[in-house]
T-cell receptor, first 116, second 117 residues
Framework: GAGVSQSPSNKVTEKGKDVELRCDPI?????LYWYRQSLGQGLEFLIY????????KSGLPSDRFSAERTGGSVSTLTIQRTQQEDSAVYLC??????????????FGPGTRLTVL | GNSVTQMEGPVTLSEEAFLTINCTYT??????LFWYVQYPGEGLQLLLK?????DKGSNKGFEATYRKETTSFHLEKGSVQVSDSAVYFC????????????????FGKGTKLSVIP
């Protein structure tokens, strides 16, 4: 079946603009995660959804970052007033059920965000 | 908090050489351990995992054993191929560290492997 998909694959924006990044998880996966991959910081957790609620937002770096999930499926990560330090690859992952430490997270190909 | 430390790269090996990528971890609870691989131009893929002490994860000729006494999960392959060239990430998932039961993954910095013919 289809894997996790993300769009756009690349996004170039100007400093100060808002951007929206989309994630389509694997059908039936209830848990959804956003991570950020940057040269300086490696892979960092941003936010976790179980269904449409986000019980763990502890990784969001500032209040310019927000995310929502609708219908227990598609998620959108929004970055307002983008800064150059937001440049990174944003990865989405999903897992099958209410998660456990043993569960595998399946990753999408990522959205490469460049802020000029 | 939790952390994962893996050997710095890049690592360059000749085809058919033996590979070891070291990974050690610090965890609050009793984590599950993972190796993910990122091939050039592709997303992260699970390579193998182990969920309890002394478990051995294996896939595509790669192996790693969960060693609780040494808090390690070293990745090994007996004979690497050019197609194994990629970035390898060690990661853990630990409920005791996860906010609201998120089971977020904590990753190492990644090790870039290049295999030359």
């Amino acid at each position: 079946g289809a894997g996790v998909s993300q769009s756009p694959s690349n996004k170039v924006t100007e400093k100060g603009k808002d951007v929206e990044l989309r994630c389509d998880p694997i059908s039936g996966h209830t848990a959804l995660y956003w991570y950020r991959q940057s040269l300086g910081q490696g892979l960092e957790f941003l936010i976790y959804f179980q269904g449409n609620s986000a019980p763990d937002k502890s990784g969001l770096p500032s209040d310019r970052f927000s995310a929502e999930r609708t219908g227990g499926s598609v998620s959108t990560l929004t970055i307002q007033r983008t800064q150059q330090e937001d440049s990174a690859v944003y990865l989405c992952a999903s897992s099958l059920r209410p998660p456990a430490t043993t569960d595998t997270q399946y990753f999408g190909p990522g959205t490469r965000l460049t802020v000029l | 908090g939790n952390s994962v430390t893996q050997m710095e790269g890049p690592v360059t090996l000749s085809e058919e050489a033996f590979l070891t990528i070291n990974c050690t971890y610090t965890a609050t609870g009793y984590p599950s351990l993972f190796w993910y691989v990122q091939y050039p131009g592709e997303g992260l893929q699970l390579l193998l995992k182990a969920t309890k002490a002394d478990d051995k994860g294996s896939n595509k000729g790669f192996e790693a054993t969960y060693r609780k006494e040494t808090t390690s999960f070293h990745l090994e392959k007996g004979s690497v191929q050019v197609s194994d060239s990629a970035v390898y990430f060690c990661a853990l998932s630990d409920l005791a560290y996860s906010g609201a039961g998120s089971y977020q993954l904590t990753f190492g910095k990644g090790t870039k492997l290049s295999v030359i013919p």
